[in-house]
């Protein structure tokens, strides 16, 4: 699977729009039946920022859009 190929040559896979849709959804039903369960969005960008700005050069090549595209052209703002 892609998870495990990223995790096992060390490769970080990141979720910015986890709470977009039907994941959030449940992860607000869940939250309910089980509470304590605690989704980090906040260390999900601060990782991606921080891979932009310690990256000697960083670059992009965008199909499409939406909110991933945001989410990384934001970080790459970070490093002025």
Do not use: E
Not at 36 to 55: K, P
Request: glycine letters at 12%; charged letters at 20%; proline letters at 4%.
């Amino acid at each position: 699977s892609i998870c495990y190929w990223a995790q096992r040559n060390g490769v970080p896979i990141f979720c910015p729009a986890i709470t977009d849709g039907s994941i959030g959804d449940m992860l607000f039903f869940h939250s309910f039946k089980r509470p304590g369960l605690v989704v980090d969005l906040v260390q999900d960008i601060r990782g991606i920022n921080r891979m932009a700005i310690d990256a000697k050069r960083t670059g992009m090549l965008i199909c499409g859009g939406g909110l991933v595209k945001h989410h990384i052209c934001n970080a790459n703002l970070m490093r002025n």
